[in-house]
């Protein structure tokens, strides 16, 4: 069974590339699109040695629980910021949604 309270933090930020992708591919023909911005991420990390990696070691991202059972002297918090582009183009990323949009019930204050 895998271990669901820690993952890879490169597996996190692919996660994330996915569903913009997904968004993005899903946009292409809607009249209404957003740009996205920059994404601020911030995990709690626990460092832990890869032998396969010669030496090296591989930050797991950890849930919140299981940063309580790690402890706080072996956690470390990591936060940056991703702008994302387009690879091909090098332009901003823009997602919509499937639905168009619309103004109905806006300044509606219910039934």
Do not use: C, Y
């Not at 669901?4 to 490169?10: G, I, M």
């Not at 823009?94 to 509606?108: L, V």
């Amino acid at each position: 069974m895998p271990d669901f309270d820690s993952v890879e933090l490169t597996t996190a930020v692919q996660a994330i590339r996915d569903q913009l992708t997904r968004a993005a591919e899903a946009a292409a023909d809607e009249p209404l699109r957003f740009d996205v911005g920059e994404i601020q991420m911030e995990f709690a990390v626990e460092l832990r040695q890869d032998a396969a990696a010669k030496g090296g070691f591989k930050a797991w991202v950890l849930s919140a629980d299981a940063e309580a059972k790690a402890g706080r002297s072996r956690t470390h918090r990591v936060s940056f910021t991703l702008t994302p582009r387009n690879a091909a183009t090098g332009d901003g990323l823009r997602i919509g949604n499937e639905t168009p949009g619309g103004t109905d019930g806006f300044g509606h204050a219910g039934p």
